[in-house]
């Protein structure tokens, strides 16, 4: 049976009515079409069109036809939508006119990034750990800026209001084989975490816009707004998000330590694309959000901390990107930066065993550190070889 007739007889056996076509714009906003079982077939041979013009960094009036071509993969149920008259959704892929692959297409320059780090024998694997507030709606069902509670790190109910809400999330997140590993209250009034299982590097990135999609509509339906801007509330934590990533070899070497090396040597050129709006550098530099370019063992001070694991649990975690970072950018950078690392055989520099907020300046002086703004981020990036490289010139236009 061929895939095609797998889908149809699955949208058929589950009484499928919507097909969700989806994709991300160039900041990594999820957008979609949505088309009738009776134009799949369509979809899977020549792709559905769309106005790219309408779409930020797409194009223009005089070349605005692209066409989506769903990844059969990528099918899961909406679980929050009617079970009669479902909703399902898929990822595509982007295509010109011509069939060829439209070079602004995330998944496109993931799968790139991917291919490059198999071809030197090399498997990335992400993870990663999405924080965001719960607000409150007023009367006509517009979002303030009222914390759902006021609960603190890790407390519970009956003053962490959110439990349901994570509970919620969290079994529609399974339902759609998305595999939650924990969930907590977090520091700030009414904010929230939850992480999920690490997988290879296109389906985590799948994974983390469907996830804020999930978090966003199930917020909705208990009445509530779930913002991830980086700053929701200019005297609380911010909102980070913190990518974890591990290498496996063919050849069985540990190269941990210079793919860490280049993600280093090149973390200021990708700044502006892991932290992509003036409210991510309010975050930056307080609350267990980095400043310094440093990492160490367990410290949640540095850029980069070595978390306490055993196994495949291993990892790398950078805790400087945010919730508005393209995650299929922000995957495709660290792949290239590590790979960078590898083939120069980067050495690390020293561990820095201390609490960055609190250390002296006679020391933090002497370290690197964070672009301080957007305006700085993307004025390093766009002079930047290594973005070029590894980067159509289109995303460099909208920072």
Not at 196 to 209: G, I
Request: hydrophobic share 35%; net charge negative; glycine share 6%.
């Amino acid at each position: 049976m061929s895939k095609y007739d797998e889908i149809m007889s699955f949208v058929e056996d589950e009484d499928v009515k919507f097909i969700r076509l989806a994709f991300v714009d160039v900041k990594g906003t999820q957008k979609n079409i949505s088309i009738m079982p009776g134009e799949l077939k369509r979809a899977f041979d020549t792709g559905i069109s769309f106005d790219a013009s309408c779409i930020k960094g797409f194009g223009d009036v005089v070349n605005s036809d692209l066409f989506l071509r769903p990844d059969p993969t990528t099918l899961e149920i909406l679980p929050w939508r009617p079970s009669q008259g479902r909703v399902v959704r898929m990822f595509c892929d982007i295509l010109n006119p011509d069939g060829s692959q439209f070079e602004l297409d995330g998944r496109y320059i993931l799968k790139k990034a991917a291919a490059a780090a198999r071809k030197k024998g090399l498997s990335c694997f992400f993870g990663t750990e999405f924080e965001f507030y719960l607000f409150e709606r007023d009367e006509n069902g517009k979002p303030t800026k009222i914390p759902f509670d006021s609960a603190g790190y890790m407390d519970i109910a009956p003053d962490d209001k959110g439990e349901n809400v994570r509970r919620e999330i969290c079994f529609s997140l399974l339902n759609m084989d998305i595999i939650p590993e924990s969930s907590h209250h977090e520091e700030g009034p009414g904010q929230n975490e939850i992480d999920f299982k690490y997988s290879d590097c296109l389906t985590t990135a799948d994974n983390a816009v469907t996830f804020t999609s999930v978090v966003r509509s199930i917020a909705n339906v208990n009445g509530l707004y779930a913002d991830f801007s980086p700053k929701p509330l200019m005297n609380e934590s911010g909102n980070g998000l913190h990518i974890n990533m591990s290498v496996r070899s063919n050849d069985g070497n540990d190269y941990s330590k210079m793919y860490m090396a280049g993600i280093m040597e090149h973390i200021r050129e990708m700044t502006a694309f892991l932290n992509p709006c003036e409210e991510s550098y309010k975050r930056l530099g307080e609350k267990k959000a980095p400043k310094y370019i440093t990492w160490s063992h367990q410290n949640r001070s540095q850029l980069i901390r070595i978390p306490a694991a055993e196994g495949e649990y291993k990892r790398i975690e950078l805790r400087s990107p945010d919730p508005m970072t393209n995650p299929y950018i922000a995957f495709t950078l660290l792949i290239y930066a590590g790979l960078d690392g590898i083939e120069r055989r980067l050495e690390l520099p020293d561990a820095v065993d201390l609490n960055l907020y609190t250390a002296d300046r006679e020391i933090t002086k002497h370290l690197e550190v964070l672009p301080s703004s957007l305006e700085e981020a993307a004025a390093i990036a766009r002079k930047s070889d290594f973005i070029n490289k590894y980067l159509p010139k289109g995303f460099l236009q909208f920072l």
